[in-house]
């Protein structure tokens, strides 16, 4: 426990300092640990409570903490003694020691007269920490702010929804397989799984994805139950042209794939992420012509060929689906939602030359902001007299108003992350 709460530790304070949370965990050594699994859970789950651990610090420590290593530290051990089941008497003992490998002596004391108050006053410490919003909430302040000035009725499920550990999602691969069979062969696997949307599989005990039957064979894909939404909502249909303008890491357009026989182009302005696109076409047995561009520079890439669809999933703050990537919620600005909400601007208005008369784009978010949202496709319609924004029925399974899906965690009646979506056709 002792390395696992070290490297976690070190992880976060990466993170603050700006640093993405799978570089951070790089960097503070996670992948030659022992201890990897646990420490990278750690890390998770500390930033998805900072706020609540920040303030639980705060207030039992008689001044500020001047070693930032050490408020690091427990922070992380604050998480695993409210939100896992991990022994106090472990946490704490191993907590003092590593204060002490991080060559601060002197501070083993504190650390232990810390985390054993917090033992004996647990429920009040709590009930104070819950009086302070960032406390209650774990998000940056504005982030709260904005979501309850959008979702002033349903704010705190919102917000709590993106502080709960997400599903294993799988979308089945309808070209090497049925989802009725592969949920017969997760049974022969001793694996307990639900079906979920048109195609999709929750897994009820995440584990390594590699270790599920049908992983070589590319049988499944892992995928996101709204984000399983998009490639049906395209209609693609077989000898269509269609593009994928921001593609990796590459679900939506491995699912294009699979739905219909297209001319399909798959561009990213990020090489290395592209590679990823292209494993994961190889490993499901699909095609597609994938090529590194920046999408809105058309002269650059664009053969004047017109597109019959184009999926457009643009940068976003990725504010719905911080339940996967809680990094999120502490890197991302305030001044960062305008910032994408240009770059959707001028992606929107670059490729909409790109489809043909009659064709469909489908505009996309990971987002639960308004500007990034109908914030955008309002004022498109508005500039774009060939623009109509076309009704569509999202399954059942799933909760939405207007194309927004808000992220909804194991206790509601829909699992899936954040997303908008929105289907224009050209007239």
């Known amino acids: 426990m002792e390395q696992a709460q070290r490297i976690a530790a070190k992880a976060v304070r990466r993170v603050l300092a700006g640093v993405a949370l799978g570089g951070a965990l790089e960097d503070a050594g996670a992948s030659q640990s022992g201890e990897r699994a646990l420490a990278t859970d750690l890390a998770y789950g500390t930033l998805r409570f900072l706020g609540q651990v920040r303030s639980a610090v705060r207030i039992l420590a008689e001044r500020p903490l001047t070693d930032q290593n050490v408020e690091a530290l427990l922070w992380v051990a604050f998480y695993q003694l409210i939100h896992t089941t991990a022994p106090a008497h472990a946490v704490v003992d191993s907590a003092v020691r590593v204060t002490g490998q991080l060559q601060r002596t002197s501070a083993k004391g504190l650390t232990n007269a810390i985390l054993r108050t917090f033992l004996r006053r647990r429920q009040s410490v709590l009930g104070d920490i819950a009086q302070d ?28 929804a993106g502080n709960a550990r997400p599903p294993l999602t799988l979308r089945v691969n309808c070209r090497e397989t049925s989802r009725d069979e592969y949920l017969d062969a997760l049974r022969l696997a001793n694996v307990a799984a639900n079906p979920v949307g048109v195609s999709g599989v929750i897994v ?15 049988w499944f894909s892992v995928q996101d139950a709204g984000a399983q939404l998009a490639a049906p909502l395209l209609d693609a249909h077989d000898g269509m042209r269609v593009l994928d303008a ?20 798959a561009l990213d302005n990020d090489e290395g992420r592209l590679e990823r696109v292209a494993r994961n076409l190889s490993r499901l047995r699909l095609t597609a012509k994938l090529q590194v561009a920046d999408a809105a ?21 990725a504010s719905g689906v911080v339940r996967r990537h809680p990094d999120g919620k502490w890197l991302r600005r305030e001044s960062d939602v305008r910032g994408f909400a240009a770059q959707q ?5 670059a490729l909409w030359p790109c489809l043909k008369s009659g064709g469909k784009l489908l505009y996309v978010t990971c ?3 308004g500007a990034e949202n109908d914030g955008q496709i309002e004022p498109f319609l508005v500039a774009r007299r060939d623009a109509s924004r076309a009704q569509f029925a999202l399954s059942a399974e799933v909760g939405a ?15 899936h992350d954040g997303f908008f979506y929105a289907l224009l056709q050209k007239i």
Do not use: M
């Open 246 to 265: 921001c593609s990796a890491p590459g679900g939506k357009t491995t699912h294009l794939a699979e739905l219909a026989k297209l001319e399909l182009i």
């Open 345 to 349: 601007q001028r992606l929107l208005h």
């Open 133 to 160: 919003a960032e406390g209650r909430y774990s998000y940056q302040r504005w982030w709260i702010d904005l979501v309850c000035a959008e979702y002033a009725d349903s704010a705190p499920e919102i917000l709590d």
């Open 401 to 415: 108003a207007g194309g927004q899906l808000l992220p909804a965690g194991a206790g509601a009646a829909h699992n």
């Open 204 to 218: 009820a005990e995440p584990r390594r994805v590699e270790d599920l039957p049908g992983y070589a064979e590319g």
């Open 367 to 369: 987002s639960i902001f």
């Open 297 to 317: 520079d058309t002269g650059a890439w664009w053969d004047r060929t017109a597109f019959d669809r184009i999926l457009l999933d643009v940068p976003c703050t």
